[in-house]
């Protein structure tokens, strides 16, 4: 499918037997709107009738989508008030785009332990997403909101982990937060795979597209093995980039470094864009971090040093993180 060597990519899967290593895990059901609309980007025609029914079925998610579309995040001119004037103006993939990211936040299981923290993990993937949406407008317009998917549900395989195998992986995320190590490393060394193939098998299961299934197994993975994949004509590498963004759980500077130079390397992105990135991330961080029951206050443990980064390139910000007001969640 749209040349990615899909054959390979389950062969990976496949090498590491995950359906004989988690046979007792038991991955969350689907919400039916995601298994609906699902349906839909699997279909040859998706119908845009179909996918209105979708999300006013249901009211929490369609509540959402339309405070997102009337947000900052689309300067629309004028206020959008039904389900079916938001497909209209936006299109069918980012309205998908948008209810996926919602149903997926209702979707995954809020492990009871002290290394998850809710906060936290949609703090990191929501900027994360952003980020991979800035990019892609940059250097793959058009591929926007499929790179901001991807990267949004790219850590899906972590709560599932915590949760039902927690005993396996808790040692992983302990000696990640002890260590200056990319969690991938850990996994590695630890189980000899990572949480990028593990989630890549489960949006498999799920039956998700292979090309976001492509999208989230390399989200971990160097531009070699991108080019392996015959992935470099889709939005993979803008999606590992914005992947390598340090956790607002550690504050990692050559991370932020290294975000900008792969940016630089594998990218083609010019340095200078990277003040006009930083002011995206952040303005859209707070158009709607509400609306994925966040109060805002980690986004700045990742901005603050990815912009001071950006300044030791002698580039000035064109404006300072927006204030984030409280909300309840």
Same mark, same amino acid.
């Given at each position: 499918?749209?040349?990615?060597?899909?054959?390979?990519?389950?062969?990976?899967?496949?090498?590491?037997? %995950?359906?004989?290593?988690?046979?007792?895990?038991?991955?969350?059901?689907?919400?039916?709107?995601?298994?609906?609309?699902?349906?839909?980007?699997?279909?040859?025609?998706?119908? =845009?009738?179909?996918?209105?029914?979708?999300?006013?079925?249901?009211?929490?998610?369609?509540?959402? $989508?339309?405070?997102? $579309?009337?947000?900052?995040?689309?300067?629309? &001119?004028?206020? =959008?008030?039904? $389900?079916?004037?938001?497909?209209?103006?936006?299109? %069918?993939? +980012?309205?998908?785009?948008?209810?996926?990211?919602?149903?997926?936040?209702?979707?995954?299981?809020?492990?009871?332990?002290?290394?998850?923290?809710?906060?936290?993990? @949609?703090?990191?993937?929501?900027?994360?997403?952003?980020?991979?949406?800035?990019?892609?407008?940059?250097?793959?317009?058009?591929?926007?909101?499929?790179?901001?998917?991807?990267?949004?549900?790219?850590?899906?395989?972590?709560?599932?982990?915590?949760?039902?195998?927690?005993?396996?992986?808790?040692?992983?995320?302990?000696?990640?937060?002890?260590?200056?190590?990319?969690?991938?490393?850990?996994?590695?060394?630890? /189980? /000899? @795979?990572?949480?990028?193939?593990?989630?890549?098998?489960?949006?498999?299961? @799920?039956?998700?597209?292979? &090309?976001?299934?492509?999208?989230?197994?390399?989200?971990?993975?160097?531009?070699?093995?991108?080019?392996?994949?015959?992935? !470099?004509?889709?939005?993979? *590498? $803008?999606?590992?980039?914005? !992947? *390598?963004?340090?956790?607002?759980?550690? &504050?990692?500077?050559?991370? !932020? +470094?290294? =975000?900008?130079?792969?940016?630089?390397?594998?990218?083609?992105?010019?340095?200078?864009? @990277?003040?006009?990135?930083?002011?995206?991330? *952040?303005?859209? %961080? /707070?158009?709607?971090?509400?609306? %994925?029951?966040?109060?805002?206050?980690?986004?700045?443990?990742?901005?603050?040093?990815?912009?001071?980064?950006?300044?030791?390139?002698?580039?000035?910000? !064109?404006?300072?993180?927006?204030?984030?007001?409280?909300?309840?969640?």
């Amino acid at each position: 499918m749209d040349g990615i060597n899909i054959l390979e990519l389950e062969r990976r899967i496949a090498r590491h037997q %995950f359906g004989r290593l988690f046979k007792t895990v038991e991955l969350p059901a689907l919400p039916a709107a995601v298994a609906n609309i699902l349906d839909e980007l699997n279909s040859d025609e998706p119908d =845009v009738g179909r996918l209105e029914q979708i999300i006013v079925a249901e009211p929490s998610i369609s509540l959402r $989508v339309l405070r997102t $579309v009337n947000s900052s995040l689309y300067a629309l &001119r004028a206020e =959008v008030t039904t $389900v079916r004037h938001a497909i209209t103006l936006l299109g %069918f993939r +980012r309205i998908s785009s948008v209810v996926l990211s919602y149903a997926m936040l209702e979707a995954l299981p809020q492990p009871g332990t002290e290394l998850f923290k809710q906060e936290e993990f @949609w703090t990191d993937n929501l900027l994360r997403a952003l980020l991979a949406k800035a990019i892609a407008r940059r250097t793959r317009p058009g591929e926007e909101e499929e790179a901001f998917t991807a990267a949004l549900i790219s850590d899906v395989a972590m709560p599932i982990l915590l949760q039902q195998m927690e005993e396996m992986y808790a040692p992983v995320i302990t000696r990640w937060r002890e260590e200056p190590v990319r969690l991938a490393d850990i996994e590695r060394e630890m /189980h /000899h @795979w990572d949480h990028a193939l593990l989630g890549a098998w489960i949006l498999k299961e @799920w039956r998700f597209p292979d &090309r976001l299934v492509g999208l989230v197994g390399t989200h971990n993975s160097d531009a070699a093995d991108i080019a392996a994949l015959r992935m !470099c004509d889709t939005p993979a *590498a $803008v999606v590992a980039t914005a !992947c *390598a963004l340090p956790s607002c759980m550690r &504050r990692d500077p050559e991370r !932020c +470094r290294a =975000v900008i130079e792969r940016s630089r390397q594998d990218l083609d992105l010019p340095l200078v864009d @990277w003040p006009g990135i930083w002011a995206e991330v *952040a303005e859209n %961080f /707070h158009a709607i971090y509400a609306q %994925f029951n966040l109060s805002g206050d980690d986004a700045q443990k990742t901005l603050l040093p990815l912009g001071q980064t950006i300044q030791q390139y002698g580039l000035e910000l !064109c404006v300072q993180p927006p204030e984030l007001e409280p909300q309840s969640t």
